[in-house]
């Protein structure tokens, strides 16, 4: 099976006509500056709170604000403006150091002081910051490339990539459980580090077996590229990619590692969305409004099971 350029509006979708080059998206100038002026506000308001909570909670709001305001509007540039590196690593850091902070953190002043919390929330506002300043020092130029469409991968080899990386990726878990998938599931569902699979403290021939573990982290944006080809896959294929990649999903939130889940969910963003041929409300808003959901559902779960 291949992939059948005909059948992707290339140009409806914001991509230039001419194969080889590719105009990369790029942030605004304007969604830069108000994001600045949260970090601003940020730093000035969140001093004169009395405990460690309420500081991080206060800098969580108001840079969440100003995140949301510079995404509204790089998006006026399109919806594959929001296709940015820059952006998600954006993302990577105010969700694993400031998003939880939207949520009750009762036992937060139990682990840190005032002056601990002080220190790290003016690393992260500095950091964003960098970010923001550091994405502007190099123009963005259009790329002499024809790779960012996916064409030359056929159906067939994507396919056999993720079956690959998938047997490899679970590998070391099934040897723990003999090849026994109802057994390797229901370990996943123990208290953490119990696994017949987890890493002991000296290694052996088994931890480079566990190290192909990552190629576990190829399966969430293959499965979101293959569903946007799911016209030229079988049925079992499909059923195939969507159960392999459910349990890449189910794994990483039930092994209590915050940042694989929400790395898991941003490369599956990212694959489905780099490769939809044209942005409609249906199959661009909706399904980000569900990552979302399921996103804000395990930070508060995560904040009630701390």
């Known amino acids: 099976m291949t992939f059948s350029q005909s059948n992707y509006s290339w140009s409806d979708a914001g991509f230039s006509n001419d194969p080889k080059r590719y105009a990369p998206p790029a942030a605004s100038v304007a969604g830069t500056a108000c994001f600045l002026v949260s970090l601003a506000l940020a730093y000035s308001f969140y001093p004169s709170e009395e405990t460690a909570t309420l500081m991080a909670t206060v800098v969580a709001r108001i840079v969440g604000i100003g995140f949301i305001v510079s995404v509204f509007l790089d998006s006026q540039q399109g919806l594959r403006n929001l296709l940015r590196t820059d952006l998600l690593c954006i993302v990577g850091v105010y969700g694993l150091t400031l998003a939880e902070f939207l949520f009750p953190q009762e036992e937060f002043e139990v682990m840190t ?161 780099l490769t939809l041929p044209k942005n409609t409300f249906r199959n661009t808003i909706l399904p980000l409004a569900a990552i979302a959901f399921i996103y804000i559902d395990y930070q508060v779960y995560a904040s009630v099971a701390s």
Do not use: C
Not at 138 to 153: H, V
Not at 245 to 250: D, E, K, Q, S, Y
């Open 113 to 273: 002081t005032p002056d601990q919390t002080t220190l790290a929330l003016n690393i992260v506002l500095i950091g964003l910051a960098a970010m923001l300043v550091g994405r502007h020092l190099m123009p963005p130029k259009p790329m002499e490339s024809s790779w960012l469409k996916l064409d030359d991968i056929s159906n067939t080899l994507l396919f056999k990539v993720f079956v690959v990386s998938a047997f490899l990726g679970y590998l070391n878990m099934l040897i723990s459980v003999q090849f026994n998938v109802i057994d390797m599931v229901d370990a996943m569902l123990g208290a953490r580090f119990t696994q017949p699979w987890t890493r002991g403290a000296l290694g052996g021939w088994r931890t480079l077996v566990n190290e192909l573990a990552l190629f576990s982290y190829i399966i969430p944006p293959l499965t979101g590229v293959i569903w946007n080809r799911k016209r030229f896959f079988s049925k079992p294929q499909i059923i195939i990619v969507l159960a392999i990649g459910a349990l890449t999903l189910f794994h990483s939130f039930a092994s209590g590692t915050r940042n694989i889940f929400i790395a898991h969910l941003a490369t599956l963003s990212m694959g489905y969305l």
